[in-house]
Every structure is written in C-alpha cells, then in structure tokens.
C-alpha cells in the first residue's frame, strides 16, 4: 500500500509557474512508477506526465510537452511536477499516482494508487 500527498498547489498568475510535490510514504516506493492526473471542472480526468521507477524514462502528454516537467527524487520519496507558462486552461485538481508493475512501458502507465489532489487555479 501506497499513500501520497500532493502539495504545492495554489493561485497563479497566467504566465507564471508552480512546482507541485508528492510525497509517497511506504518502502517500495523507489520501485514504482509515478506519475500525475489532472481533472478540470466539467471534464474527464487527463493524464499529465509519468515518470518510471528509476527515473531514466518519462512520459508527458504531447499537449503539455515543453511546459511541464516531471521528476523524481527516491531518496525523498517525492516526485514533483515543474510547471512553467501556465495558462487558464491548466486549471484543475492535479492527482498525484502510482503505479506498481515494473514490468510496463512508461507509455502504457496505469496506476493503482491516488493521491487526494492538488487545486491549481490560473487567472487571466
């Protein structure tokens, strides 16, 4: 069993920037791969980024390329989200995840755990 907590969520100006953290408690959190959901008011859940297990492979939505970054850090259990250029668009609540099965290609990622969500509100 995983749990994670998002933080890092809040108000930006359009044009500005926010690093989201997920901080994941458990041992074999460094074996997983992680990765991050959002979902606007009024629409389905989105897949944002995912990053594998070891760090060396990532995955972002070709929407979100050149603007969003995911990483990680297993030595703090945490993964983060860099958000640069935001738009009004990109609000939503973003959803920490992960996803256990070491086996699957960063592509295919599907995650098993959830976090509770983050609120990202950008003005115009």
């Known amino acids: 069993q995983v749990q994670l907590v998002e933080s890092g969520g809040g108000l930006v100006q359009a044009g500005g920037s926010l690093r989201l953290s997920c901080a994941a408690s458990?041992?074999?959190?460094?074996?997983?791969?992680m990765g991050w959901f959002r979902q606007a008011p009024g629409k389905e859940r989105e897949f944002v980024a995912a990053i594998s297990w070891t760090g060396g492979s990532t995955y972002t939505a070709d929407s979100l390329k050149g603007r969003f970054t995911i990483s990680r850090d297993n030595s703090k259990n945490t993964i983060y989200l860099q958000m640069n250029s935001l738009k009004p668009e990109d609000t939503a609540v973003y959803y920490c995840?992960?996803?256990?099965?070491?086996?699957?290609?960063?592509?295919?990622?599907?995650?098993?755990?959830w976090g509770q969500g983050t609120q990202v509100t950008v003005s115009s």
């Open positions: 458990g041992r074999t959190f460094s074996s997983y791969a």
């Open positions: 995840t992960a996803d256990p099965e070491r086996g699957r290609r960063i592509e295919f990622y599907d995650p098993l755990y």
